[in-house]
């Protein structure tokens, strides 16, 4: 069994859905190599060496790979990929991006978000927004995959040594596409989908200011993540990525806090799997409720206050 | 220019799915469905080109049962100019829908095919990245913005650290985001209208197409069941409990 996990990265550091991929990856088969394509990344290269379960990282670096851009990048993968039996990447915006187009280059039927190993080629993964999770057997001769990276820890790095590196050319570029910019959230707190502790923030909080008056204090206190309920993302109030939902981010931090979110199923799909829940919210019929451990019926602009001063005094 | 809109009828978003007792499938018995809704911001988006001049005509495609038809006229009550249907029963693969509609998009010498980011049942979010590779053009996922320019298509994409802006040649495919658009209200009168609007049946075999799944499927499940946890009466007694019982404030 011959395994390529395509590492996600921004050319200088790893990310963590890569080491979390990798674990998925090993437990299918061992010594996977992890692929790093991208323009001047070889730091993100070594760090991806470093990782317990890479047998080799295979680098590839060309300006044509710098943003991940799927028809390049899709290119590079078919030309790597007839030495391997299982092609992987995380279940990230750009992993779902390119795999499926180098799953149908390959003629196979990508796997989607999987989030159990049952066998090397059986997998679980969910449908219907998480509410039906499907045991499936691949029957194509390659596998191609996306990994649901909050369904795998981390895998650890390697208390001695490194995995070679081997430094590999690019390949044609169809040229049909060109990178022209990108707006990036910029944020000193953790990264959403691998925080600890996530604040989320529904259409109850109406307005940016209010996000910033009420939910920021309280991530800061936490040292939390910052989310939002879709209906908060389209009025405006939050940036696109901090939808956390079926067809937005999932997470599964230790502890979430739903403030002013009622819990759609589609919102309930990103963030049941966190391991404690917490709802504020003034509807005590909320189905947010039915899901939280923890559920405080009260208003969240006198609430919020509060719960920051009660943090305060535990020195927060 | 000539656009092609893929639109699939799937469970409605408000529904909450069961599992048949022998976990053989889920059950759709008498269950409301819908156009898939990242389907209907595609309709809306393509029919907008048209109305900006950009476009010259709308074509819809669904492969699916008869009943798919009504999600076809959906589409033409929004406002696109024809539909296709492709009878099949059952639930298609992306890569086989992929082909499929790679040979549909030939036919109909599309220019553009704009389709939505994900079926809200399978959750699959491949089809449209299978067809471009299938066709070989390029890809603009996760769209949130179009611009149609001489040289050809400005997408921005909703990616996991904001939004990235890319250029792509045309004919080019375009996968339909949240944030795309706001779908209009069909009227009335529009819902009549559709009802003289041409859909074409289009038989499966006449594509020739293997479209046999390539996932078999062992079972499928619910997954277990979160219960619902305690109301605290104030902030204080949360604090305390996430402390002392949940331990997740070290
Ligand atoms: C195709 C599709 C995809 C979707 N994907 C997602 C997704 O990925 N993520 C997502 O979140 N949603 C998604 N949705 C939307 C989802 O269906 C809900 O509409 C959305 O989650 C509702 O957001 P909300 O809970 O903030 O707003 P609401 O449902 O309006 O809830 C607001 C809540 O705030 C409470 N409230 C009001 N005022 C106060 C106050 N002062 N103090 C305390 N509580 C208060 C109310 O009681 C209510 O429960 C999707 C929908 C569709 C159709
Ligand atoms: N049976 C189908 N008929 C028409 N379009 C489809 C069908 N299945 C998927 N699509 C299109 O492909 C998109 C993505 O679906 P999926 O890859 O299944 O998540 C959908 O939003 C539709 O635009």
Redesign the interface.
Known sequence: MTILLLAEHDNASLKDATARALTAATKIGAGVHVLIAGHQCRTAAESAAKLEGVAKVLLVDAPAYA?S???PL?ALLLSLAPTYDVLLAPS???G??????????L???????MMAVIAPD?FER???????????????AKKVITVRTTAFSAAANRTAGAAPIEALNAVAD?A??????????KSARPEL?TAR?VVSGGRALQSHDNFVKYIEPLADK?GAATGAS?AA??AGYV???WQVG??G?IVAP??YVAIGISGA??HLAGM?DS????AINKD?DAPI??????????DLYQ?LP??AA??GK?G? | MKILVPVKRVVDFNVKIRVKPDGSGVDVANVKMSINPFDEIAVEEAIRLKEKGSATEVVCVSIGPPQAEETLRTALAMGADRGILVGFDGEMEPLAVAKILKAVATEEKSDLIILGKQAIDYDCDQTGQMLAALLGWPQGTFASKVLIEADGLTVTREVDGGHQIVKLKLPAIVTADLRLNQPRYVSLPNIMKAKKKPVAKKALEAFGIDVRPRLEILKMAEPPHRKAGVKVASVAELVKKLKTEAGVLQ
Do not use: C, W
């Open positions: 943003h851009l799927p028809e899709g990230t915006s750009s779902k991006n390119v795999m499926p187009r180098l799953a149908a280059l003629d196979v039927m990508q796997v989607s978000d059986t969910p449908i219907f927004a998480g509410n039906v999770i499907e045991t499936v057997r691949s029957k194509d169809p049909i596409s060109s990178f022209v910019g990108e707006e990036l959230s989908t502790i936490l879709r993302v389209d940036p696109n990525d079926q067809t981010k230790d502890l199923i589609q049941k391991k404690v829940i917490v005590e409720f039915q899901v939280a451990d923890y559920g405080l019926v009260a609430a509060e719960l009660e943090l535990l927060r």
